[in-house]
């Protein structure tokens, strides 16, 4: 079993869309939690960074985690086209090197 | 604001040949990493450093070697180039392990 499990997609929307995206873990050591974003043929920006459960905003961005699930969702409000990438979720202890999720591509149409 | 710089962007080489990617970070970053990126395979991890002079193994190791002889810079070698190690290479840095990685742009690298 992989330490973190996330879903490839694609995953298509039309534009204006709530889309989620998941991941699932399964060391409960985890404490801190990332979410990327790689745009094609570029390297992952950080877009969200999360300690320990809970919710946190930015913008039309919103990360959850559920530690008591193991489980974290980034969604994204009033997609758009440019939001059309692959996302990857990323965590660890605080102690050892992140783990990265596969990515999930998301593909937001006109 | 450079970042993480990873040179080439692209290259092609053949079986047996032998190339080294160089990262450079200007952040002042003790943590640095070489990741590699497969097609629906995430981000596999080759070696890291926790500071110049301390290199430690990944997850996919074998055909690399890696060099941290100052803060800035970290160059991954690659020697007797096989086809399995066509693949798009991130370096990465970060201040701490727990908080963000800051990415290079990639190096494209095809072995035939």
């Known amino acids: 079993q992989k330490e973190v499990e996330q879903d490839p997609g694609p995953l298509s929307v039309p534009e204006g869309a709530i889309v989620s995206l998941n991941c699932t873990y399964s060391n409960s050591a985890f404490q801190y939690f990332m979410w990327y974003r790689q745009y094609s043929r570029k390297g992952p920006e950080l877009l969200m960074y999360t300690y320990s459960s809970g919710n946190k905003e930015d913008g039309r961005f919103t990360a959850q985690v559920d530690k008591s699930s193991k489980y974290i969702s980034l969604f994204i409000r009033d997609s758009q086209p440019s939001d059309s990438a692959t996302y990857l979720c990323a965590m660890n202890t605080g102690f050892q090197k992140l783990v990265f999720g596969t990515g999930t591509r998301l593909l937001v149409s006109p | 604001n450079a970042g993480v710089t990873q040179t080439p962007k692209f290259r092609i080489l053949k079986i047996g040949q032998s190339m080294t990617l160089q990262c450079t970070q200007d952040m002042n970053h003790n943590y640095m990493y070489w990741y590699r990126q497969d097609p629906g395979m995430g981000l596999k991890l080759i070696y890291y450093?926790?500071?110049?002079?301390?290199?430690d193994k990944g997850e996919v190791p074998n055909g690399y070697n890696v060099s941290r002889s100052t803060t800035e810079d970290f160059p991954l070698r690659l020697e007797l180039a096989a086809p399995s190690q066509t693949s798009v290479y991130f370096c990465?840095?970060?201040?701490?392990?727990?908080?963000?990685?800051?990415f290079g742009q990639g190096t494209r690298l095809t072995v035939v």
């Open positions: 450093s926790v500071g110049a002079g301390i290199t």
């Open positions: 990465a840095s970060s201040g701490t392990l727990n908080t963000e990685a800051f």
